[in-house]
C-alpha cells in the first residue's frame, strides 16, 4: 500500500516540476511562489518535526536547532567556496570584447553546482519521505493515511522546488529534468526500503535540522532576493505569501 501511494507522490512531484518549468516567462513569480514553499516547508513542518524527534538539549540548546543553524553555516560556506572557486578559473572571462562587466559578471555570480548539490538535497528528503511513508503504514492504516496526505501534497513543492534550485543555478533544462525525476522516484525507492530499514528516531530529527537550516539559507540569501531583483513587484510578495500558506493548509490538512 505504501509504495502505491509513494507512486501518487511521483506523479505529484513530476507536476510540481512540469508547473515550475511552465511559467518560466514570469520567473519573478516562479522564485517567489518557490521561496514561500521553503520558507514555510522549512518554518512549518520540517523544523517542528526536528525539535520533537531530536529535542535533547546539547549544552543548553536543542540538538535540532543546533544542526539548523549548522545546515545553514554549510550551505553559506559550500556557496562561497564553488563560488570562489568558479571566479579563480575564469568563469567570468566569457564576455565579448567591448562588452561591460555587468554581462559576464551576471552569468558566474551563481555555481552550477551549488543547485545540484541543493537538488541533491531534495532528493535525499523526498527518500526520507517515502521512508516515513513505509513506516507509518507499517504502525496502522490511520497513521498512514495521515502521513500520505503530508507526503503526496507537499512532493507537489518539492517537485517545484527541485526544478527551480536546478535551473535557476545555471544548469541545463536536461539536467533540471533529471533532477526532478530522481525527485520523484525517492519516495517510490523510500517506501520500498521501509519494509526492510527503520531509521532511529533521533537521526532522522537530526537530518531533518540541518536539512531545513540547508533549505532556509537557499530561500533567504538566494532564491528570494533573486525574485525581488528586477522585479521588486507586490505580485511576487504575494505569490511568497501563497506559497508559505500553501504548506500551513497541507501541514493543517495532515494533521500537523
Given at each position: 500500500m505504501a509504495v502505491l501511494v509513494a507512486l501518487?507522490?511521483?506523479?505529484?512531484?513530476?507536476?510540481?516540476?512540469?508547473?515550475?518549468?511552465?511559467?518560466?516567462?514570469?520567473?519573478?513569480?516562479?522564485?517567489?511562489?518557490?521561496?514561500?514553499?521553503?520558507?514555510?516547508v522549512v518554518g512549518l513542518d520540517l523544523l517542528p518535526e526536528a525539535l520533537e524527534a531530536a529535542g535533547e538539549e546539547v549544552f543548553g540548546v536543542p540538538q535540532a536547532l543546533l544542526l539548523f543553524v549548522g545546515g545553514f553555516l554549510f550551505a553559506h560556506v559550500v556557496e562561497r567556496l564553488l563560488a570562489t572557486r568558479r571566479a579563480a578559473h575564469g568563469a567570468d572571462t566569457g564576455k565579448k570584447p567591448g562588452e561591460?562587466?555587468?554581462?559576464?559578471?551576471?552569468?558566474?555570480?551563481?555555481?552550477?553546482?551549488?543547485?545540484?548539490?541543493?537538488?541533491?538535497?531534495?532528493?535525499?528528503?523526498?527518500?526520507?519521505?517515502?521512508?516515513?511513508?513505509?513506516?507509518?503504514?507499517?504502525?496502522?492504516?490511520?497513521?498512514?493515511?495521515?502521513?500520505?496526505?503530508a507526503v503526496?501534497?507537499?512532493?507537489?513543492?518539492?517537485?517545484?522546488?527541485?526544478?527551480t534550485l536546478t535551473s535557476v543555478y545555471g544548469?541545463?533544462?536536461?539536467?533540471?529534468?533529471?533532477?526532478?525525476?530522481?525527485?520523484?522516484?525517492?519516495?517510490?525507492?523510500?517506501?520500498?526500503?521501509?519494509?526492510?530499514?527503520?531509521?532511529?528516531?533521533?537521526?532522522?530529527?537530526?537530518?531533518?535540522?540541518?536539512?531545513?537550516?540547508?533549505?532556509?539559507?537557499l530561500a533567504a540569501a538566494e532564491i528570494l532576493p533573486e525574485a525581488h531583483h528586477e522585479h521588486p513587484a507586490r505580485t511576487t510578495l504575494l505569490c511568497t505569501v501563497a506559497g508559505v500558506g500553501f504548506i500551513w493548509l497541507v501541514v493543517g490538512l495532515s494533521g500537523g
Open positions: 501518487g507522490a511521483f506523479l505529484m512531484t513530476l507536476f510540481g516540476g512540469w508547473v515550475a518549468q511552465r511559467v518560466t516567462d514570469r520567473r519573478h513569480l516562479v522564485l517567489g511562489l518557490a521561496g514561500g514553499l521553503m520558507l514555510g561591460g562587466p555587468g554581462h559576464g559578471a551576471k552569468a558566474g555570480e551563481r555555481s552550477p553546482q551549488v543547485g545540484l548539490v541543493a537538488a541533491g538535497a531534495m532528493v535525499l528528503h523526498s527518500l526520507m519521505d517515502g521512508i516515513a511513508l513505509g513506516a507509518a503504514f507499517q504502525v496502522g492504516g490511520g497513521m498512514g493515511a495521515t502521513v500520505a496526505l503526496v501534497t507537499h512532493d507537489f513543492a518539492d517537485g517545484f522546488n527541485t526544478y544548469n541545463e533544462r536536461r539536467k533540471a529534468l533529471a533532477m526532478l525525476f530522481a525527485d520523484a522516484l525517492a519516495p517510490v525507492a523510500g517506501a520500498a526500503l521501509a519494509t526492510f530499514l527503520t531509521l532511529p528516531e533521533e537521526l532522522l530529527g537530526s537530518y531533518l535540522g540541518f536539512f531545513g537550516g540547508a533549505l532556509l539559507y
